[in-house]
């Protein structure tokens, strides 16, 4: 019912930025609370940030707070990931997903998933 697509990782150095870009389809998108989650190789999915359905709320993990921004704007079915001073342990392939209720941080529990975009950030 949703479908997500991620876009607007890179290579970029420490220190930089990059926003990523998560567009859905499919109808009531604001019925949905988005998260953005982040997984190197043999390492396990990491939660990195949610929104609530109308934006009103978000949450971050603390590897990430202060230096990342979510955001979503629902006329254009589309959430983001501001990333600044950005850091080599940032390296990771980063998925957006969507779920039905707000405060999830547990990657099984969200019901849709994006494809995935590479960031790749050097020292």
């Known amino acids: 019912q949703v479908q997500l697509v991620e876009s607007g990782g890179g290579l970029v150095q420490a220190g930089g930025s990059l926003r990523l870009s998560c567009a859905a389809s499919g109808r009531a998108f604001s019925d949905y609370a988005m998260g953005w989650f982040r997984q190197a190789p043999g390492k396990e999915r990491e939660y990195v940030a949610s929104i609530s359905g109308l934006g009103r709320y978000t949450h971050y993990a603390g590897s990430v707070k202060g230096r990342f921004t979510i955001s979503r704007d629902n006329p254009k079915n589309t959430v983001y990931l501001q990333m600044n001073i950005l850091k080599p342990e940032d390296t990771a392939v980063y998925y957006c997903?969507?779920?039905?209720?707000?405060?999830?941080?547990?990657?099984?529990?969200?019901?849709?998933w994006g494809q995935g975009t590479q960031v790749t950030v050097s020292s």
């Open positions: 997903a969507a779920d039905r209720t707000f405060g999830v941080t547990n990657a099984p529990d969200y019901d849709y």
